[in-house]
């Protein structure tokens, strides 16, 4: 559900086709998406105090929103690194951008087709969307208590609860099953909120 919301961020026209059942889901608020985004600009590593300031730090940042690193990026939410190059593949995005660093600058910024592995348009900033909002971040112990809470209420058993719990634990929020992240946040938005006023809906 959240990577259509990302695109929704974006400033692009937009045209929103969704079931009425859809418009029932609780949603996080906007402004509580848009913290968990990281902006990357060209030639400026402090462009932004939410910005990486070297490429550790943005592997880190990467790591900690979700992502997964492999050899080659070729699916959503992978991220590559060889030398001084960087790519990343964002929820929301048609295509992967390519980072070429200079020490701690960004020197370009390029998109790139995953078959062919090859530089489509450069771009001066970009932001990289989490691939999943909570992220390795949040996941405060009082939202594994509550999800423990309701699950013995919902008739399941105390060893299977623990063990269930115990396996999401491990894993990044990307990879649970729908409806568990909800216990870590406190309120909540409509999809319709995401909708900028120039959206239509059908």
Known sequence: VY????????????????AVESLRYRVLPVDRLEVSLLPLHTHSPQSSNRSPQSLDQLIAE????????????????????RGDIIDIFSPGQRHPWRIELFGDEIETIRTFAVERQTSLT????????????LGWQRREAEGFSALHHYLLSQAWN???????????????????????????YSNFANVLDYVPPSGYVC
């Not at 990577?3 to 969704?18: A, F, K, S, Y």
């Open 158 to 184: 105390e060893s299977l609860v623990t063990h269930a719990i115990e396996r999401w634990a491990s894993r990044s929020p990307a990879q649970w099953p729908w409806g568990i992240d909800l216990f870590f």
């Open 3 to 18: 990577q259509p919301l990302w695109r929704l961020l974006q400033d692009e026209p937009v045209i929103v086709v969704t």
């Open 62 to 81: 990467l790591i900690g929103r979700g992502y997964q690193r492999v050899p080659m990026v070729e699916q959503v939410g992978e991220f590559s690194v």
């Open 122 to 133: 450069t771009v001066p900033e970009i932001v990289i969307a989490p691939v999943h909002p």
